[in-house]
């Protein structure tokens, strides 16, 4: 007997289905052309992520549309309630109509993926039956989907989004990248050393994880990206994307404006505790930067190298014998109009040519 237009689609088609939400879309669009009542549907998927414990893709077949739901972590705020959960729609397709769910879960895992559908009306036998059968077919090309986007969360944790993208769509052999313009910054923690050595290590860490926080945050927030955490040190690109650096240098100064607040609460909450401060040095300089493969024939690195790179970790050590938190070159300095304050030129380690050296009014 040949398979239904569902059927064959989940053999045939659906594990080239770029998304979670395009999976859950089509499939209740062809259920529902097979003669399916459907009012709505959902997808569950477990996500390998440092937040996130599981993704929710909510579809409504009026409209079409798909909305996502995440759950989080335990600890962690919930964008469906408090309780950290974002449940496996049940809750959601159960307010949009009156009658029972059927949900399966895909596969033989108690924890894999799991499909809900709720109808108009109470599923006839058959109906229940058919949605059962399609939940098989869709255990392999879930499989796939699963593996793909287990696969860009975790590089998107370990390397950030667009280096994460850059690495899935360009193969793996050194030299392969891009020259790209962006403003640099790099953010490093003073006197780490000294406390590393007076410090548990559990402590150390808790402050590690406490800065990096605090740091990439504000620069995630403003549209940057972190390209490394080197130690106690952050090294993050805002890259130029209009032509016009200004933007990308206006958000960097947003973003250590953001972390500089950030630290200052922090500051605060360690005296309370009897903890010392945590006081850093950030630079931000503008140019152009090689951004992509380097390493050894069989073990690569993506990362961002240049002159560029550079000039602005060599600027971020004189914050201290400048006795500045901030320090921008003068580069950055011409394109942006945020008013700033000239420290004169300054000698680099390393670099040939004098640095014209500004910085940020203290607050």
């Known amino acids: ?10 053999v045939d088609a659906a594990a080239q289905t770029p998304t979670p939400e395009l999976f859950l879309a089509r499939l209740g669009e062809r259920l529902i052309e097979d003669g399916t009542p459907l009012a709505g549907g959902a997808l569950t998927l477990a996500s390998p992520h440092p ?14 549309e798909v909305i996502e739901a995440l759950g989080f972590v335990a600890g962690a705020h ?5 309780d ?9 397709l159960a307010g949009l109509v009156d009658n029972p769910v059927h949900e399966d879960v895909v596969g033989l895992a108690p924890d894999g993926p799991r499909l809900g559908w709720v109808a108009p009306r109470p599923f006839t036998p058959a109906e229940a039956e058919s949605l059962r059968e399609a939940a098989r077919f869709a255990a392999p090309p879930l499989t796939a989907l699963t593996a793909r986007a287990t ?3 975790t590089l998107e944790a370990y390397l950030g989004r667009r280096s994460a993208a850059r690495v899935l769509a360009g193969p793996l052999r050194r030299g392969i990248g891009e020259t790209i313009e962006a403003a640099l910054l790099f953010a490093d923690l003073r006197g780490f ?11 150390v860490i808790s402050a590690l994880d406490a800065w990096f926080d605090r740091i990439a945050g504000s620069v995630h927030a403003f549209g940057g990206e972190v390209l490394k955490f080197m130690g106690d040190g952050v090294l993050a690109i805002f890259p130029v994307a209009d032509g016009s650096p200004r933007n990308a ?9 953001a972390a500089r607040s950030g630290m200052a609460h922090l500051d605060e909450a360690r005296t309370r505790d009897g903890l010392p401060p945590l006081p850093f040095g950030v630079a931000l300089h503008l140019g152009a930067m090689l951004w992509g493969n380097i390493g050894a024939a069989d073990r690569l690195d993506f990362t961002a190298i240049g002159p560029a790179v550079n000039l602005v970790s060599r600027l971020e050590g004189l914050c201290r014998p400048l006795d500045r938190t901030v320090l921008i070159s003068g580069a950055f300095a011409a394109a942006t109009t945020v008013p700033l304050i000239p420290l004169g030129t300054h000698a680099l380690r390393g670099i040939a040519a004098p640095c014209a050296v500004f910085s940020v009014a203290d607050y």
């Open 1 to 10: 007997m040949p398979l239904s237009a569902t059927l064959a689609w989940l």
């Open 51 to 64: 937040l996130i414990a599981r993704r929710t893709w909510l579809w409504r077949a009026e409209s079409n």
């Open 78 to 82: 919930s964008a469906m309630g408090a």
């Open 84 to 92: 950290g959960s974002a449940g496996d729609g049940r809750r959601w």
């Open 151 to 153: 696969l860009t969360a």
């Open 193 to 203: 050393t000294a406390l590393s050595e007076s410090t548990p290590p559990s402590e």
């Open 249 to 257: 240098c206006d958000a960097a100064l947003k973003a250590v404006a």
